[in-house]
């Protein structure tokens, strides 16, 4: 829940969250770095005035989400890719969410449209007193109408302040157990994905993806740790950081892992192989209205 005093916030965070998505695919090429990507999402964001709210994800053709470039990352954008730009960005913890997907020279152009369609679509059904279930059936009907599947175990999500994920799931597809109804003074990210027809149509866990965030909010048991823990709840609170971003501090951030002070996301990609095209928007609800942020 946010109130009227964080409306500019959350507004200012959507402008430069779409400005920064504007200008990805003149930088999402074939032979581009995905660590001079990722990075350069990142510098954009802060100095356009806001702070990741998380760490730029490029997910490459069957990778659906989280993954971004550890320290020396030597991969590079691949001709004929599909490359999802996931970023996002905040101020003082208000969120804005926005996702892209580039075509490098693929033959699924018509599948980055669908997903765009379905977004739009699925934007639309974002109002106060609506039925979050409304969401799914219109993103996976207009995805189905296009020729291609839905990635069912993908959804759009609630966001709340320094938290990504928060509350409500906001399923793609029909049948899933969707209760309750969008509230006002929220923020939802609506996110379709989509794939090929004959693929299986969900992702599964595939390694680690580079990025963490803290589980637990109380200083780890172990004295030479603490001062890492205080350093990253100082610099990012809740919200997912890079392991790049705390490369030198990387003994003390294995040692988190080991006692579940962090979490890290596991890459996800899709079951059979098949890429995955992605959009996203982030929509805030007052009293009165709904607004796209980004």
């Not at 219109?138 to 999500?157: D, F, Q, W």
């Not at 609800?285 to 942020?293: A, G, N």
Request: charged share 25%.
């Amino acid at each position: 829940m946010f109130n009227e005093e964080d409306v500019e916030k959350l507004l200012l965070a959507g402008r430069i969250a779409r400005a920064v998505r504007q200008s990805v695919p003149r930088i999402v090429v074939q032979g581009a770095s995905v660590l001079g990507i990722c990075e350069w999402v990142e510098s954009e964001i802060a100095r356009m005035g806001g702070r990741p709210a998380f760490p730029c994800n490029v997910s490459i053709n069957e990778v659906g989400a989280h993954y971004t470039s550890p320290p020396s990352d030597a991969t590079v954008v691949p001709e004929g890719a599909l490359v999802k730009v996931d970023l996002g960005v905040h101020i003082d913890g208000f969120i804005a969410d926005t996702a892209v997907t580039v075509s490098v020279g693929s033959e699924f152009e018509d599948m980055i449209k669908a997903v765009e369609l379905a977004l739009e679509r699925g934007v639309q059904a974002v109002r106060v007193g609506g039925k979050v279930g409304e969401v799914g059936p219109l993103v996976e009907k207009t995805i189905r109408s296009m020729g291609y599947k839905p990635i069912r175990n993908l959804t759009g999500h609630q966001i709340e302040q320094y938290t990504i994920h928060s509350g409500l799931s906001i399923p793609n597809v029909s049948g899933a157990e969707t209760p309750g109804k969008f509230q006002p003074w929220s923020v939802y990210a609506i996110e379709p994905f989509a794939t090929l027809p004959r693929a299986i149509g969900e992702v599964i866990e595939k390694g680690p993806g580079n990025i963490l965030h803290l589980m637990k909010l109380k200083r780890p048991k172990s004295e030479p740790h603490k001062g890492t823990y205080d350093e990253i709840y100082r610099r990012f609170r809740t919200l997912p950081f890079a392991r790049r971003w705390v490369a030198g501090s990387a003994e003390a951030v294995r040692g988190l892992l080991a006692e579940k002070v962090l979490y890290e996301y596991p890459v996800l990609v899709e079951a059979s192989g098949m890429p995955i095209a992605q959009a996203e928007h982030t929509v805030i609800t007052t009293d009165k209205e709904s607004i796209v942020t980004t």
